[in-house]
């Protein structure tokens, strides 16, 4: 069974603070997908990033990177020089490639950025 | 730009209603899903859809049933809601071919009193 865990229910740090937000996950499957989604106090949730197992380059975009490392099963998200906007909850989730691509995700963590 | 539409952003119903939540996408995507979303829980996987009246259970599907006759909507049913059924309702879609990841629509805040 796949499983994601987001051990930090809630974060809270002040504007320009970095911060990583930690994501561990659980698969049998060789190939499979990795994302990140952010959920704004609007409700809608907002894809962020896609990563293929096959690639465990980091990823940069602006201020958001992207940490995967298979060996550990994790796929951490870092914010840098945070900033009041950043504050949702965000979530990591995996699927399998095959199929219906189901996605599995985690508890989600609540990140408020204090001006 | 392309859309996941939730027909209802807030919906207020008694125990014991029928209940429908309707979900429609403009994507042409084969893949549609419903999940319910609770503090502490994340999102949880009710049912899902690959194709037009395919459906199949998803990991709490207990209390719902969905209908799916066009490929564009993929309706989420409450045969008779008791009030642990209150929550955030998500639907989603996605596309077989590529490239892979959900659409969410924007929610259905679901009271059940």
């Known amino acids: 069974a796949q499983k994601v865990t987001q051990a930090q229910t809630e974060i809270s740090v002040v504007e320009k603070e970095d911060v990583t937000l930690d994501c561990v996950y659980e698969t049998r499957d060789t190939t499979y997908y990795l994302f990140w989604y952010k959920q704004p106090p609007s409700g809608e949730l907002v894809f962020l990033i896609r990563?293929?197992?096959?690639?465990?380059q980091n990823e940069i975009s602006g201020r958001y990177s992207w940490n995967f490392q298979k060996s550990t099963s994790s796929f951490n998200f870092t914010i840098t020089a945070s900033q009041v906007v950043d504050s949702a909850v965000y979530f990591c989730?995996?699927?399998?490639?095959?199929?219906?691509?189901?996605?599995?995700f985690g508890q989600g963590t609540r990140l408020t950025i204090n001006p | 730009d392309v859309k996941v539409t939730q027909s209802s952003r807030y919906l207020v119903k008694r125990t014991g209603e029928k209940v429908f939540l309707e979900c429609v996408q403009d994507m042409d995507h084969e893949n549609m899903f419903w999940y319910r979303q609770d503090p502490g829980l994340g999102l949880r996987l009710i049912y899902f859809?690959?194709?037009?009246?395919?459906?199949e259970k998803g990991d709490i599907p207990e209390g719902y049933s969905v209908s799916r006759e066009k490929k564009e909507r993929f309706s989420l049913i409450l045969e008779s809601a008791s009030t642990n059924q209150t929550s955030m309702y998500l639907c989603?879609?996605?596309?077989?071919?590529?490239?892979?990841?959900?659409?969410f629509g924007s929610g259905t805040r679901l009271t059940v009193v």
């Open positions: 989603a879609s996605s596309s077989r071919r590529g490239p892979y990841g959900y659409t």
């Open positions: 990563r293929n197992s096959f690639d465990e």
């Open positions: 989730a995996l699927s399998g490639i095959q199929g219906a691509q189901k996605l599995v």
């Open positions: 859809s690959y194709d037009v009246k395919m459906k």
